[in-house]
């Protein structure tokens, strides 16, 4: 199944380049601005111009792509062990963006730190079983690591 392709208008004024505008919607629904700068704008008109509206689409393609690339720096937090100095433990899945606001990374901080304080920092690690005549798991132990929540740590993601 295919996605739906967005619609393009550009509007502007033909003798001033700098004047045009594109707007991006979908079929039938109303188009919103697509922000760009002035040199952007200029560069779009001077496109839509001399070479056609499908080079300005794709100039304005190529611009939202690079934005889209930019915006996949994460960052999460994470605590030291208590045990190991050198080691520490983080969530992946409770993460925030680089460029979000403080109190968005303060409440991703704060999410994680109240869900290690339940289990008083106690983190399951990993587990060793014996396995009986049917295969089945028996004897199961499993190792936990404590998480010292007074030295947290940023981690930053980078997501590909």
């Known amino acids: ?15 001033a380049p700098e004047s045009f505008h594109i707007y991006k919607g979908l079929p039938g629904q109303k188009k919103t601005e697509v ?9 779009i008109g001077y496109l839509y111009l001399t ?3 499908k080079s300005a689409v ?21 605590f030291m062990l208590g045990d190991e100095p050198r080691k520490y433990v983080y969530c992946a899945e409770m ?6 606001p403080l109190s968005v990374r303060l409440r991703t901080f704060r999410e994680f730190r109240d869900y290690l304080a339940q289990s ?18 028996v004897n199961i132990r499993k ?15 980078r997501v590909e």
């Open 95 to 100: 993460r925030c963006r680089e460029s979000d």
């Open 120 to 137: 008083g920092g106690r983190i399951e690690q990993g587990a060793e079983c014996e396995l009986d005549a049917h295969y089945r798991p």
């Open 35 to 43: 922000s760009l700068s002035d040199e952007q704008r200029y560069q």
């Open 58 to 78: 794709g100039y304005v393609k190529h611009i939202e792509r690079e934005r889209e690339r930019k915006c996949r720096l994460y960052m999460t937090y994470g």
């Open 1 to 15: 199944m295919r996605k739906t392709d967005y619609e393009y208008n550009i509007r502007g004024y033909r003798y």
């Open 143 to 157: 190792h936990y690591v404590t998480a010292d929540l007074s030295r947290p740590v940023v981690i930053r993601l």
């Open 51 to 53: 070479q056609g509206i």
